[in-house]
């Protein structure tokens, strides 16, 4: 039996929950929204010609795993990282590292993730978790998302650690090995927000950062004459699932970004970045009230005011909005 | 965004999910930032009834299709765990047109015991309970 002494802290978000997780059992001390930050986990994209349940993918965030390898290498933390493609070696693996006395971070899918809610076991395959212990055939699960530390059994451990799909997780385990414990944090932010801000307005494709927002935002303005009115419904909800549903933190990562860039204006002892924070929350407001009233659509309780055109609207605005705070926050140095 | 928590409370009977407290961030002018451990807010939870609801209506209709003979039970708990072809294909190994000749009820009917308690682990279940499901 192995129980490490490991703080189960919860988190809006669960790969920079898990990361700032991590490092404080290193004795490393940031928060979740410096780790999002300088994993630089913001991000936008549509992608029509990819389909999950059924309806097109819509992504807020960068792919999996790139948060924690992003942000220790920026603050040189030594890490390791595993895929396997046996399940069992997996296990060992997990076993061995936990001797060690690492606690260890584990990519997997929520369909069979026992102690999730129900309603969240939807195949899933980019959750994040740390396993701190093993007792007889369970192991102890600290997750991000969950009020309490959790267990679960071996068999049901491996089957998630390899469930199928889009981002399958091959077993993807990851754990710091040697970490520093005075950083100074200032270049990495600076980084971090340069390839945040690079992604959303500095890349010239239709289908990511700014102009992603408003290829949705031109798509979704058709969607009900084109799709009909039940399917141009689910078609939103998925939108709006992606944005707020688990592990966003809310306004598809918008509120955890501002909260960065506000943590940030201190660290960098530069005020005009806590004002773009400021901006950055409103327009997190702004998404926030476009799911609002989206889902009113969904619910088909929405005033004839608030048809998709309006929704199309919002979208620019909220365009526009990030737009201007990714142009200044390009500049920074 | 004052009218939208207000409504979200009168929405409060719709909670589907009120036994695991997140971490919720929030921003409000003036105050700024502030983090809060609490129920899912309950705007949300009418987008993930949605798709449950979506995935009950396919599940109907694929079972009406069954009872008329068009489709295999197959097709049933395919659904039922809301899976696609190539995740299907995934999980049992067989090739993706192979498991669409299985979706037809004559080549279902002639399967060996071997190919069926392969879809039955997969799925979870008995090879007796894949032969009988639960139509809805």
């Given at each position: 039996?192995?129980?490490?002494?490991?703080?189960?802290?919860q988190a809006g978000h669960c790969e920079s929950g898990v990361t700032s997780n991590?490092?404080?059992?290193?004795?490393?001390?940031?928060?979740e929204?410096?780790a999002f930050?300088?994993?630089?986990g913001?991000?936008?994209?549509?992608?029509?010609?990819?389909?999950?349940?059924?309806?097109?993918?819509?992504?807020?965030r960068?792919?999996p795993?790139?948060v924690f390898?992003?942000?220790?290498?920026?603050?040189?933390?030594?890490?390791?990282?595993?895929?396997?493609?046996?399940?069992?070696?997996?296990?060992?693996?997990?076993?061995?590292?936990?001797?060690?006395?690492?606690?260890?971070g584990l990519q997997v899918?929520t369909?069979?993730l026992?102690?999730?809610?129900?309603?969240?076991?939807?195949?899933y395959?980019m959750h994040n978790m740390v396993?701190?212990?093993?007792?007889?055939?369970?192991?102890?699960?600290s997750d991000t998302l969950m009020?309490?530390?959790?267990?679960?059994?071996?068999?049901?451990?491996?089957?998630?650690?390899?469930?199928?799909?889009?981002?399958?997780?091959?077993?993807?385990?990851?754990?710091?090995?040697?970490?520093?414990?005075?950083?100074?944090?200032?270049?990495?932010?600076?980084?971090?927000?340069?390839?945040?801000?690079?992604?959303?307005?500095?890349?010239?494709?239709?289908?990511?950062?700014?102009?992603?927002?408003?290829?949705?935002?031109?798509?979704?303005?058709?969607?009900?004459?084109?799709?009909?009115?039940?399917?141009?419904?689910?078609?939103?909800?998925?939108?709006?699932?992606?944005?707020?549903?688990i592990g966003t933190a809310?306004?598809?990562?918008?509120?955890?970004?501002?909260?960065?860039?506000?943590?940030?204006?201190?660290?960098?002892?530069?005020?005009?970045?806590?004002?773009?924070?400021?901006?950055?929350?409103?327009?997190?407001?702004?998404?926030?009230?476009?799911?609002?009233?989206?889902?009113?659509?969904?619910?088909?309780?929405?005033?004839?005011?608030?048809?998709?055109?309006?929704?199309?609207?919002?979208?620019?605005?909220?365009?526009?909005?990030?737009?201007?705070?990714?142009?200044?926050?390009?500049?920074?140095? | 965004?004052?009218?939208?928590?207000?409504?979200?409370?009168?929405?409060?009977?719709?909670?589907?999910?009120?036994?695991?407290?997140e971490l919720?961030?929030?921003?409000?002018?003036?105050?700024?930032?502030?983090?809060?451990?609490?129920?899912?807010?309950?705007?949300?939870?009418?987008?993930?009834?949605?798709?449950?609801?979506?995935?009950?209506?396919?599940?109907?209709?694929?079972?009406?299709?069954?009872?008329?003979?068009?489709?295999?039970?197959?097709?049933?708990?395919?659904?039922?765990?809301?899976?696609?072809?190539?995740?299907?294909?995934?999980?049992?190994?067989?090739?993706?047109?192979?498991?669409?000749?299985?979706?037809?009820?004559?080549?279902?009917?002639?399967?060996?015991?071997?190919?069926?308690?392969?879809?039955?682990?997969?799925?979870?279940?008995?090879?007796?309970?894949?032969?009988?499901?639960?139509?809805?």
């Amino acid at each position: 039996m192995i129980e490490l002494n490991f703080e189960h802290r919860q988190a809006g978000h669960c790969e920079s929950g898990v990361t700032s997780n991590l490092l404080h059992y290193h004795k490393l001390d940031i928060s979740e929204p410096i780790a999002f930050g300088i994993g630089a986990g913001l991000f936008f994209s549509y992608l029509p010609f990819l389909k999950m349940q059924h309806a097109p993918v819509t992504s807020f965030r960068v792919w999996p795993g790139m948060v924690f390898d992003r942000a220790t290498k920026e603050l040189g933390v030594q890490t390791k990282i595993h895929r396997f493609k046996k399940p069992e070696d997996s296990m060992k693996k997990l076993d061995e590292v936990l001797e060690l006395g690492l606690p260890v971070g584990l990519q997997v899918g929520t369909f069979h993730l026992t102690f999730f809610p129900p309603e969240y076991r939807m195949h899933y395959n980019m959750h994040n978790m740390v396993v701190y212990g093993k007792k007889d055939n369970n192991y102890l699960i600290s997750d991000t998302l969950m009020e309490h530390k959790v267990e679960i059994t071996y068999d049901d451990l491996m089957r998630v650690r390899f469930a199928k799909g889009t981002f399958a997780p091959n077993g993807r385990m990851y754990y710091p090995t040697a970490v520093p414990t005075e950083v100074d944090l200032r270049p990495a932010i600076i980084k971090g927000i340069r390839k945040t801000a690079n992604n959303m307005v500095g890349v010239p494709f239709p289908l990511i950062g700014t102009k992603g927002i408003r290829y949705l935002s031109r798509r979704l303005r058709k969607w009900p004459e084109k799709l009909g009115e039940e399917k141009a419904s689910y078609y939103l909800g998925q939108v709006l699932r992606m944005e707020e549903e688990i592990g966003t933190a809310g306004a598809g990562f918008r509120f955890i970004y501002g909260a960065f860039l506000d943590e940030a204006g201190i660290i960098l002892k530069q005020d005009w970045i806590r004002e773009i924070a400021v901006e950055m929350g409103e327009a997190a407001n702004h998404w926030r009230k476009f799911s609002y009233l989206g889902s009113r659509n969904c619910k088909k309780r929405a005033k004839p005011e608030e048809s998709y055109d309006m929704l199309a609207d919002m979208l620019m605005e909220c365009a526009d909005m990030e737009e201007k705070i990714f142009r200044k926050l390009a500049k920074i140095r | 965004m004052d009218k939208v928590e207000k409504e979200g409370k009168a929405e409060k009977e719709e909670l589907i999910y009120t036994y695991n407290r997140e971490l919720h961030y929030s921003f409000e002018p003036g105050k700024g930032y502030t983090r809060k451990v609490d129920y899912h807010y309950p705007g949300n939870q009418v987008i993930i009834k949605q798709s449950w609801d979506e995935a009950e209506s396919r599940l109907k209709d694929i079972s009406s299709k069954i009872r008329k003979g068009q489709l295999s039970p197959i097709a049933f708990y395919m659904e039922k765990n809301l899976m696609e072809l190539p995740m299907l294909s995934d999980y049992t190994g067989f090739m993706q047109w192979r498991i669409k000749r299985h979706l037809k009820p004559k080549v279902f009917s002639k399967l060996k015991p071997g190919i069926l308690s392969n879809y039955a682990s997969v799925f979870n279940i008995g090879v007796n309970e894949l032969m009988n499901p639960p139509l809805t």
